[in-house]
C-alpha cells in the first residue's frame, strides 16, 4: 500500500499541477519517488547460511554476519515492543536498520515478516531477522555453527 501512496499520488499531483510550481513539485513529486526507490534497493529478498557465515540477500547485495560469536537465538520475542529506529527504513520493503530497545539495547534488524522473527544474539549485539521458514533456517545456522566446533566441546 505504501508503494502505491508513493508512486501514484505524486504522479497524480504532478499531472495536475500548474508548471511554474517548482519548489512544491520537488517536495510533493520528487522526494517520494527517491524514497521509494532508495527503500526498494535496500530491500531484504531472502537470507541463506553458507559455512559460519549468515548472508542476508538483498536487490543488488548480499550483507555477510558471521555465526562464529552466536550464543543464543530467540524465536519467540518482539524487539520491536518499545523499540526506537535510530536508522534505516521503518517499513517500506521490509523493515530493515538500526533499533534501540530497552531490552535488547542496540540491535540490527532485516524483516520482511513481523510474525516470523528470530532474534540472534551474538557477542557483539542482537540481530533480528525473519526467515521465511523458521525450522529450515535453524536446522542450517546450528549445523553450521556446531559443524566447526571440536569434539572435545560438544
Not at 526498494?40 to 548480499?62: D, E, K, P, Q, T
Not at 524487539?79 to 521503518?90: D, E, Q, T, V
Request: one cysteine or more; aromatic letters at 14%; hydrophobic letters at 45%.
Amino acid at each position: 500500500m505504501g508503494s502505491l501512496v508513493c508512486l501514484v499520488l505524486p504522479w497524480h499531483i504532478w499531472r495536475t499541477l500548474p508548471t511554474d510550481t517548482g519548489l512544491f513539485t520537488l517536495v510533493t513529486v520528487q522526494v517520494p519517488t527517491v524514497f521509494w526507490m532508495f527503500c526498494f534497493l535496500f530491500c531484504i529478498r531472502g537470507y541463506s547460511v553458507h559455512g559460519n557465515s549468515l548472508f542476508i540477500h538483498r536487490l543488488i547485495w548480499s550483507t555477510r554476519i558471521s555465526l562464529a560469536g552466536l550464543e543464543s537465538i530467540d524465536c519467540h520475542a518482539n524487539p520491536f515492543h518499545k523499540s526506537i529506529l535510530l536508522i534505516g527504513n521503518p517499513g517500506m520493503f521490509g523493515v530493515s536498520g538500526l533499533f534501540y530497545s530497552r531490552r535488547l539495547r542496540y540491535f540490527r534488524a532485516f524483516v520482511t515478516n513481523r510474525a516470523d522473527i528470530c532474534v540472534l544474539h551474538f557477542t557483539s549485539g542482537p540481530v533480528v531477522i525473519s526467515p521465511q521458514d523458521r525450522r529450515h533456517f535453524l536446522t542450517a545456522v546450528l549445523d553450521s555453527t556446531f559443524a566447526n566446533l571440536p569434539l572435545s566441546d560438544l
